[in-house]
């Protein structure tokens, strides 16, 4: 599978990229973690991940068919991820190790 990158969205959530057919889950980056450690979302679905800290955060997805690694998030930044094929999929804080949640797609 190709990457499935869909675009780094750039301040208060303005999307610079082609609409995503689907359903969009966000999901906040606060206190130094996930505001959840775990998600269901439906195959082809996105997520929307954005720093509410007020330091940077990044976002770094491992999975069966998606390795992404965004760039530095400033605070209230936002990444969007779709999620086109099942399984799960570990995502991380590459500046903060103890960040970590799964996104599990069905
Ligand atoms: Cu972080």
């Known amino acids: 599978m190709t990457s499935v990158r869909i675009?780094?969205?750039?301040?208060?959530?303005?999307?610079?990229?082609?609409v995503i057919a689907g359903s969009i889950t966000s999901v906040?980056?606060?206190?130094?973690?996930?505001?959840?450690?775990?998600?269901?979302?439906?195959?082809?679905?996105?997520?929307?991940?954005?720093?509410?800290d007020a330091f940077p955060h990044q976002i770094a997805v491992?999975?069966?068919s998606l390795q992404y690694e965004s760039d530095l998030m400033a605070p209230l930044q936002a990444v969007e991820l779709q999620f086109p094929d099942a399984g799960r999929?570990?995502?991380?804080?590459?500046?903060?190790?103890?960040?970590?949640?799964?996104?599990?797609?069905?």
Not at 7 to 18: E, Q, R, S
Not at 36 to 44: D, F, P
Not at 89 to 106: A, E, K, L, N, S
């Open 89 to 106: 999929f570990d995502v991380r804080c590459g500046i903060h190790p103890r960040m970590r949640m799964t996104v599990d797609v069905r």
């Open 28 to 52: 906040s980056q606060r206190n130094r973690s996930f505001e959840v450690a775990e998600l269901q979302i439906a195959r082809g679905g996105a997520v929307r991940f954005t720093n509410d």
């Open 62 to 64: 491992r999975g069966p």
């Open 7 to 18: 675009a780094a969205l750039i301040g208060l959530g303005l999307a610079i990229c082609p």
